[in-house]
């Protein structure tokens, strides 16, 4: 697909003007004091990915950040992966996302926790980094990749911007093992024609084609599924749902998207995996 068009669909589907008073006043009305905000106050909304700001800690827990890493977050959302990070781990993150609304929020909501010094965000394609040649210790995808049709190019920007010696993070959504087609709408995209989801050993075989070397390579879709149910029983109904939440970005369809999530993750069609690779 021409990369406008889809730039274009990935700005429509997530961005959406007036997010960030959204979020303010539902955080507000869930009882969070504004003034004194911590980054965790805004994960329901801001870890915008399976298995929220728990699989973030779990994954650089298994990547090994080490504190003063400079950490490059492609697809970086909401900045809420970021913002963990820099609070748990002491990094540095320079975030870059499609999504011109969410790089807005992203600054704002990292200046109100007082992590504007450790984090900043802005508006960038992961097919052409605007980043130095070896410049990251660590480069981080977090449910960054489902809207990328052209993953050998992204994989190949990874690659350049490492450090020799530095650690690739990934954690993503996939194709399962079913072959048949996934049931739309999912928070990621409304129909298939922004959503391309690369089987395990495609995407595995690319990253290893690149020169990247392996470290781990795991599947993680039993363990979300469980924590998925339970979440998706809670936030489901309208009535029962904190005002904080992916329903803030994704409108009324968030239900049915969380939904159909949960149906596919089922029925295998498809499956979370995380890998941790060097570059050498
Ligand atoms: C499901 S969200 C995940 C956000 C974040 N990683 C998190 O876990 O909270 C996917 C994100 O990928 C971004 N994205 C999609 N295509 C992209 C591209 N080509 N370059 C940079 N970001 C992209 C979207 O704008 C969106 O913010």
Same mark, same amino acid.
């Given at each position: 697909?021409?990369?406008?068009?889809?730039?274009?669909?990935?700005?429509?589907?997530?961005?959406?003007?007036?997010?960030?008073?959204?979020?303010?006043?539902?955080?507000?009305?869930?009882?969070?004091?504004?003034?004194?905000?911590?980054?965790?106050?805004?994960?329901?909304?801001?870890?915008?990915?399976?298995?929220?700001?728990?699989?973030?800690?779990?994954?650089?827990?298994?990547?090994?950040?080490?504190?003063?890493?400079?950490?490059?977050?492609?697809?970086?959302? #909401?900045?809420?992966?970021?913002?963990?990070?820099?609070?748990?781990?002491?990094?540095?993150?320079?975030?870059?996302?499609?999504?011109?609304?969410?790089?807005?929020?992203?600054?704002?909501?990292?200046?109100?926790?007082?992590?504007?010094?450790?984090?900043?965000?802005?508006?960038?394609?992961?097919?052409?980094?605007?980043?130095?040649?070896?410049?990251?210790?660590?480069?981080?995808?977090?449910?960054?990749?489902?809207?990328?049709?052209?993953?050998?190019?992204? #994989?190949?920007?990874?690659?350049?911007?490492?450090?020799?010696?530095?650690?690739?993070?990934?954690?993503?959504? #996939?194709?399962?093992?079913?072959?048949?087609?996934?049931?739309?709408?999912?928070?990621?995209?409304?129909?298939?024609?922004?959503?391309?989801?690369?089987?395990?050993?495609?995407?595995?075989?690319?990253?290893?084609?690149?020169?990247?070397?392996?470290?781990?390579?795991?599947?993680?879709?039993?363990?979300?599924?469980?924590?998925?149910?339970?979440?998706?029983?809670?936030?489901?109904?309208?009535?029962?749902?904190?005002?904080?939440?992916?329903?803030?970005?994704?409108?009324?369809?968030?239900?049915?998207?969380?939904?159909?999530?949960?149906?596919?993750?089922?029925?295998?069609?498809?499956?979370?995996?995380?890998?941790?690779?060097?570059?050498?």
């Amino acid at each position: 697909m021409v990369n406008q068009i889809l730039h274009t669909l990935v700005n429509e589907h997530y961005g959406n003007e007036g997010l960030l008073d959204r979020i303010l006043a539902a955080a507000h009305d869930d009882g969070v004091v504004l003034n004194e905000a911590r980054s965790h106050d805004f994960s329901p909304v801001a870890e915008f990915h399976i298995g929220g700001r728990g699989s973030t800690i779990e994954l650089a827990k298994m990547a090994q950040l080490q504190p003063g890493d400079k950490v490059l977050d492609i697809g970086s959302g #909401l900045g809420g992966p970021a913002r963990t990070l820099v609070e748990e781990f002491g990094i540095f993150v320079e975030g870059i996302d499609l999504t011109h609304e969410f790089c807005v929020v992203a600054n704002e909501l990292t200046r109100m926790t007082g992590l504007a010094g450790q984090a900043k965000f802005s508006q960038g394609d992961a097919l052409n980094l605007p980043s130095d040649t070896n410049s990251y210790d660590v480069v981080w995808t977090q449910q960054s990749c489902m809207n990328i049709e052209d993953k050998n190019r992204m #994989l190949s920007e990874v690659h350049r911007v490492l450090k020799p010696g530095g650690t690739y993070v990934f954690h993503e959504v #996939l194709a399962g093992t079913e072959a048949s087609a996934i049931q739309f709408p999912v928070p990621w995209a409304r129909a298939d024609n922004m959503s391309f989801l690369w089987t395990q050993e495609a995407i595995r075989n690319s990253i290893l084609k690149i020169g990247l070397i392996e470290q781990v390579w795991k599947n993680a879709t039993c363990k979300y599924i469980e924590e998925y149910r339970a979440l998706a029983s809670k936030t489901g109904e309208v009535s029962q749902r904190p005002k904080l939440g992916i329903h803030l970005m994704l409108g009324e369809q968030s239900a049915v998207m969380r939904k159909n999530v949960l149906e596919n993750l089922s029925q295998g069609l498809i499956a979370i995996y995380q890998g941790i690779f060097k570059k050498v």
